[in-house]
Nanobody, 126 residues
Framework: QVQLVESGGGLVQAGGSLRLSCAAS????????MGWFRQAAGKEREFVASINWSSDSTNYADSVKGRFTISRDNAKNTVYLQMNSLKPEDTAVYYC???????????????????WGQGTQVTVSS
């Protein structure tokens, strides 16, 4: 069974940066696409970024393009989300997700991910 554990969330002022990490265990991490999603209070979960198994394909939501960067280290079974120029509207619980299919490109649809972490809170103050 795949387990995902996020870390790195916290409280930051607008304009600041945070780096989220997601450590995976129990699966074939190096062959699986990974994604980050977020859910703000009272809103639906939304796509943030995805990365394919080999890191040569990434996707970003328009709202974070140019500010967030997704990356992965297959040797460490870890995927990262570097968040710069944070805005109050980035405040949400951020979730890491894994696609159990191997060698697929990362999807923007939450329904195509099979495993989810518990989430980490990111709060951006104005």
């Amino acid at each position: 069974q795949v387990q995902l554990v996020e870390s790195g969330g916290g409280l930051v002022q607008a304009g600041g940066s945070l780096r989220l990490s997601c450590a995976a265990s129990g699966g074939t991490f190096s062959r699986n696409a990974m994604g980050w999603f977020r859910q703000a209070a009272g809103k639906e979960r939304e796509f943030v970024a995805s990365i394919n198994w080999s890191s040569d394909s990434t996707n970003y939501a328009d709202s974070v393009k140019g500010r967030f960067t997704i990356s992965r280290d297959n040797a460490k079974n870890t995927v990262y989300l570097q968040m710069n120029s944070l805005k109050p509207e980035d405040t949400a619980v951020y979730y890491c997700a894994a696609d159990r299919r191997t060698y697929y490109s990362g999807s923007t649809y939450s329904s195509e991910y099979d495993y989810w972490g518990q989430g980490t809170q990111v709060t951006v103050s104005s």
